[in-house]
């Protein structure tokens, strides 16, 4: 099926525009000595929407400009490690060596969504259910036909065509990537041995689309195709997408009462709050099991940290509203609180 693809309204800046609005150290905007009433961010795509909708109300009510790039979760760690920005967004944590590299950087979860996979096969019936292991396959070219016996013994009495599978990935660093093969190596031995966990993997098979925009308009044209995205994207241009297999064997539908039930299986917080939601256990039924946390990434010392505390207190709390009509999930109280405390931090 033939779809029109939605834009997602947002200031998109490139890098190299973000480099030239200044970070945290450019106080333009500020009045009367004080703060400036400008922050500037980049990062993740899959939080995208709904930072639009947070920087158009917060202007509203608190006369702050928040522009932002969606330029990925990759771009935005090095947009913030390199102080080029206010603050980074990304759905994947800080690895060791990032979290070294960005020099006192705190992360913050301030909003809780998902990965789909969504697919286009002419013929095949809506929601398809794929697991862990089959997705793996796929993606490693060892599944190479729609009608395969894996496929099919997930669906039973579905009809499949022998129509060629054409994986599709982010071509840039990319949370969704981070989410998507963090849930394969815990679901597929094979895939955590060759490919593993990453914000950008060396994919063999497929195809590379830039950011979610690009995935989908693949997966959009071309019969065949499966490819992962965020669920805000998937839903607002009206994309098919698989049912998940969770770890209790069962088959959610991804939405914020399955992402919920995900972060309800944590049991613990580390102290850098660096949180993996997928493949949940078993004791879990309800929950999408390539479910996600996304993060604000800031410095501990600014030049603008009353309005950087103020403006994440309120994405954290008021800001958690907007959430539902986007597909998000409305943040744990226990996060909320730790993210509290995080914010405290920021001098």
């Not at 929407?49 to 935005?76: C, E, F, M, R």
């Not at 996600?292 to 994405?315: G, I, Q």
Request: glycine fraction near 10%; charge should be neutral; include cysteine.
């Amino acid at each position: 099926m033939r779809i029109r693809l939605l834009t997602i309204s947002l200031v998109v800046l490139s890098a190299v525009t973000i480099a030239g609005c200044g970070g945290s150290n450019d106080n333009g905007g500020a009045t009367g000595g004080g703060e400036s009433k400008v922050l500037v961010g980049a990062g993740s795509t899959l939080v995208a929407p709904l930072l639009a909708q947070w920087s158009n109300d917060y202007a509203k009510k608190h006369d702050v400009t928040i522009t932002y790039g969606a330029i990925g979760s990759g771009g935005g760690i090095s947009q913030i490690t390199a102080r080029t920005v206010d603050f980074g967004a990304s759905d994947a944590p800080f690895t060791p060596d990032q979290a070294d590299a960005c020099n006192s950087c705190l992360q913050v979860p301030w909003a809780l969504a998902a990965t789909l996979v969504s697919y286009h096969v002419n013929g095949a019936p809506a929601k398809l259910k794929l697991s862990g292991p089959v997705l793996a396959d796929m993606y490693l070219g060892k599944i190479t036909t729609w009608n395969d016996p894996k496929i099919a013994a997930l669906n039973p009495g579905a009809k499949l065509p022998p129509t060629k599978v054409s994986p599709v990935f982010r071509s840039d660093s990319s949370g969704d990537t981070y989410a998507f093969t963090d849930f394969l190596s815990k679901a597929s031995p094979t895939w955590k041995s060759q490919k593993g966990v990453s914000t950008q993997v060396n994919f063999t098979t497929g195809t590379g689309g830039k950011g979610n925009d690009g995935v989908a308009a693949i997966v959009d044209r071309a019969d065949g195709s499966l490819g992962y995205l965020a669920i805000s994207y998937v839903f607002s241009n009206e994309l098919d997408y698989a049912l998940i297999q969770n770890a209790a064997g069962k088959f959610p539908v991804p939405g914020p009462p399955s992402i919920t039930a995900a972060a309800d299986a944590v049991t613990s917080i580390p102290a850098d709050n660096a949180i993996s939601l997928t493949n949940p256990p078993a004791s879990a039924p309800d929950a999408y099991p390539i479910s996600t946390f996304t993060y604000a990434l800031v410095p501990e010392s600014s030049d603008k940290a009353k309005t950087l505390r103020d403006f994440l207190t309120y994405a954290i709390g008021p800001g958690q509203e907007f959430g539902e009509k986007l597909h998000f999930a409305t943040l744990p109280s226990r996060v909320v609180d730790v993210g509290h405390e995080t914010i405290a931090k920021i001098k």
